[in-house]
């Protein structure tokens, strides 16, 4: 089964992947302002080089958007006229969970375990004293374009397979006759 919609409108972004940005535009995922979900991964990139706290503060950017691109998926399933005003609540609910879990996984989680340890492992490289911060933190740089679609690939699949399949059944069993919820609307 195809997986990319569309080819990539941002360099080193998988873009419009199945289960998101169907209806058109998406601002969080379409946009420059994707990248606000990659800050913390330039943060553990730099960690050699900065105060912790700054590490600290790029999760903090990258959980904002998190919660930003969350709270835009259930205000748009709240207000689709496709779905029966008494499903919009389910709807809603399912589209934000799996936002919420997805952008948790994929842009925050694993992105900033992954280039952490990349990060780490470059700094036992035998280096000369000042190149031991320094690169490290280029190869954690150079990394974040490789990581981003592997990543992004690996969650859709996972979340195919657990927590979506969970979600749609809880929103089916709740309106199992509406049309709303048949194939061609996920």
Excluded: C
């Amino acid at each position: 089964r195809e997986i990319i919609r569309n080819s990539p409108r941002l360099p080193f972004f998988a873009g419009n992947m199945e289960h998101h940005g169907q209806e058109g535009h998406d601002v969080f995922k379409d946009s420059v302002l994707r990248y606000a979900g990659y800050a913390n991964e330039f943060g553990e990139a730099f960690r050699p080089l900065v105060h912790p706290r700054v590490v600290v503060a790029s999760y903090a950017v990258a959980g904002a958007y998190v919660l930003a691109d969350t709270a835009d998926k259930v205000n748009l399933a709240l207000n689709n006229k496709r779905i029966p005003q008494q499903a919009r609540n389910h709807h809603a609910l399912e589209k934000g969970l799996d936002t919420l879990i997805w952008q948790g996984l994929a842009s925050v989680i694993i992105p900033g375990a992954t280039i952490n340890r990349i990060v780490w492992a470059s700094g036992k490289l035998p280096l000369p004293p000042k190149a031991k911060s320094v690169v490290p933190t280029a190869v954690g740089l150079a990394s974040i374009p490789l990581i981003i679609y592997p990543i992004d690939l690996l969650v859709h699949h996972a979340l195919d397979r657990t927590s979506r399949p969970v979600l749609r059944s809880m929103t089916r069993a709740k309106f199992p006759t509406d049309p709303a919820y048949t194939k061609s609307n996920e």
